[in-house]
C-alpha cells in the first residue's frame, strides 16, 4: 500500500520550519520533553539499509515515537526490499538541509549565489511495516556505538577547558575558559554529577577556540532570548551525552517551570529549536572528536514522494 501523498502534493508551500515546532510543542504541552528520552535501549535511531544514524533535531523527533526498535527506511527503500507499509500507519517527516543555486541580477549583472533551502520526506519504522526480510530485523537490543564511559568523553574532548572544584555551584566562565563542579561526593547519585558537568562542557564548546557561539562569549542577559537558546543547547546537548554513555535521563515530565518556558519561546519563534538542536549536535560532536561527515540524506529521498520545498 502506497502512502497517501495527496497533502504534499496540493500544497504549494509548507514551513518546515512550523511543521518542526509545532510537534515539539505538542509533545511539551502533552508533558513529553523529546530531548530527554532515554535511547540506551532500542539503540539511536538510525536508516535500516544505510545504518546511518540520524542526527539532531530528527534524533529527537523519531525517537519520541517509543517503538521497539529505532529502525527507520523510506517508503521506497521498503519497496525495494519486498516489503509494505501496515494499513493505517503514517510516516514521520525527517528534515535536512539542500543548498541550492540561484541567479540573481544586482545592478545589472547576473551572478550564482547558493543558499540553503529546509525540505522533508517522511520515513516509516520498521514496527509499521510488514514483510521486511528476517536478515534486516535485529535479535537483540542494539548496543550503543558511542563512549560508554562518561571520564572517557570528558578526556576525549580536545582543547578541553580546565575542571576546577573551588566551589559548590555548577558554571562556566568564558572569559577564562573554566569549568567549576561542585565534588561528585555532594551529588546524591553519580548520573546527576556527569549531567551537570555535561552541560557544562557543552557550553565551553561555545568559546571563540571552539565552536565560538556568540550566546556564549557576549554574556546574554538572563532570561533573553540569547540565554534561552544558549541554555537549550547546553540541555539538549547534555541528554544527548548522557544518553551516549548510558546513563539515565532524569524525568521531566513535572518540571512546569522548564516547559512553561521552552513553549513561549517556541511559540514566537518557529526556527529557535532547529537552531538549537543543530548547534547541541556541534557541540556533541566536538566533545566526543567526532569527524562524522553530514548526512546526505538526499540519496534517501523517495524519487516518486515529492519532497516540499520552502523558500
Same mark, same amino acid.
Given at each position: 500500500?502506497?502512502?497517501?501523498?495527496?497533502?504534499?502534493? #496540493?500544497?504549494?508551500?509548507?514551513?518546515?520550519?512550523?511543521?518542526?515546532?509545532?510537534?515539539?510543542?505538542?509533545?511539551?504541552?502533552?508533558?513529553?520533553?523529546?530531548?530527554?528520552?532515554?535511547?540506551?535501549?532500542?539503540?539511536?535511531?538510525?536508516?535500516?539499509?544505510?545504518?546511518?544514524?540520524?542526527?539532531?533535531?530528527?534524533?529527537?523527533?523519531?525517537?519520541?515515537?517509543?517503538?521497539?526498535?529505532?529502525?527507520?527506511?523510506?517508503?521506497?527503500?521498503?519497496?525495494?526490499?519486498?516489503?509494505?507499509?501496515?494499513?493505517?500507519?503514517?510516516?514521520?517527516?525527517?528534515?535536512? #538541509?539542500?543548498? %541550492?543555486?540561484?541567479?540573481?541580477?544586482?545592478?545589472?549583472?547576473?551572478?550564482?549565489?547558493?543558499?540553503?533551502?529546509?525540505?522533508?520526506?517522511?520515513?516509516?519504522?520498521?514496527?509499521?511495516?510488514?514483510?521486511?526480510? &528476517?536478515?534486516?530485523?535485529?535479535?537483540?537490543?542494539?548496543?550503543?556505538?558511542?563512549?560508554?564511559?562518561?571520564?572517557?568523553?570528558?578526556?576525549?574532548?580536545?582543547?578541553?577547558?580546565?575542571?576546577?572544584?573551588?566551589?559548590?555551584?555548577?558554571?562556566?566562565?568564558?572569559?577564562? &575558559?573554566?569549568?567549576?563542579?561542585?565534588?561528585?561526593?555532594?551529588?546524591?547519585?553519580?548520573?546527576?554529577?556527569?549531567?551537570?558537568?555535561?552541560?557544562?562542557?557543552?557550553?565551553?564548546?561555545?568559546?571563540?577556540?571552539?565552536?565560538?557561539?556568540?550566546?556564549?562569549?557576549?554574556?546574554?542577559?538572563?532570561?533573553?532570548?540569547?540565554?534561552?537558546?544558549?541554555?537549550?543547547?547546553?540541555?539538549?546537548?547534555?541528554?544527548?551525552?548522557?544518553?551516549?554513555?548510558?546513563?539515565?535521563?532524569?524525568?521531566?515530565?513535572?518540571?512546569?517551570?522548564?516547559?512553561?518556558?521552552?513553549?513561549?519561546?517556541?511559540?514566537?519563534?518557529?526556527?529557535?529549536?532547529?537552531?538549537?538542536?543543530?548547534?547541541?549536535?556541534?557541540?556533541?560532536?566536538?566533545?566526543?572528536?567526532?569527524?562524522?561527515?553530514?548526512?546526505?540524506? #538526499?540519496?534517501?529521498?523517495?524519487?516518486?514522494?515529492?519532497? %516540499?520545498?520552502?523558500?
Amino acid at each position: 500500500m502506497k502512502p497517501d501523498n495527496k497533502t504534499e502534493q #496540493t500544497e504549494k508551500s509548507v514551513d518546515v520550519y512550523e511543521l518542526v515546532t509545532n510537534r515539539i510543542i505538542e509533545l511539551l504541552e502533552s508533558n513529553t520533553v523529546p530531548w530527554r528520552k532515554p535511547w540506551t535501549e532500542r539503540g539511536l535511531p538510525q536508516n535500516l539499509i544505510t545504518k546511518r544514524p540520524y542526527r539532531g533535531i530528527n534524533l529527537m523527533m523519531l525517537n519520541v515515537l517509543d517503538f521497539e526498535h529505532n529502525l527507520f527506511l523510506t517508503f521506497k527503500q521498503l519497496k525495494t526490499i519486498g516489503g509494505s507499509v501496515k494499513k493505517g500507519e503514517k510516516g514521520q517527516f525527517v528534515v535536512f #538541509t539542500k543548498m %541550492v543555486e540561484e541567479e540573481v541580477e544586482t545592478n545589472g549583472k547576473k551572478e550564482t549565489k547558493k543558499r540553503s533551502m529546509l525540505r522533508y520526506y517522511r520515513v516509516f519504522n520498521i514496527g509499521q511495516c510488514r514483510d521486511i526480510p &528476517d536478515a534486516f530485523i535485529p535479535n537483540d537490543k542494539y548496543e550503543n556505538t558511542e563512549i560508554t564511559d562518561c571520564t572517557a568523553v570528558i578526556d576525549c574532548m580536545p582543547n578541553a577547558p580546565k575542571i576546577v572544584f573551588k566551589k559548590p555551584d555548577a558554571f562556566y566562565v568564558p572569559s577564562e &575558559d573554566y569549568i567549576n563542579m561542585p565534588k561528585l561526593k555532594t551529588f546524591k547519585e553519580p548520573d546527576e554529577y556527569y549531567g551537570t558537568l555535561f552541560h557544562e562542557l557543552v557550553h565551553s564548546t561555545g568559546h571563540t577556540s571552539r565552536l565560538n557561539r556568540k550566546e556564549v562569549m557576549e554574556n546574554p542577559k538572563y532570561g533573553s532570548e540569547p540565554y534561552s537558546l544558549e541554555e537549550l543547547v547546553a540541555e539538549i546537548g547534555s541528554c544527548y551525552l548522557k544518553s551516549f554513555t548510558g546513563l539515565d535521563i532524569a524525568d521531566m515530565s513535572q518540571n512546569a517551570a522548564y516547559i512553561s518556558s521552552w513553549l513561549n519561546v517556541l511559540k514566537n519563534d518557529k526556527r529557535f529549536i532547529l537552531k538549537a538542536s543543530s548547534r547541541s549536535q556541534q557541540a556533541v560532536e566536538y566533545i566526543l572528536n567526532s569527524k562524522a561527515v553530514e548526512e546526505q540524506e #538526499t540519496e534517501l529521498v523517495d524519487t516518486d514522494t515529492p519532497s %516540499v520545498e520552502v523558500f
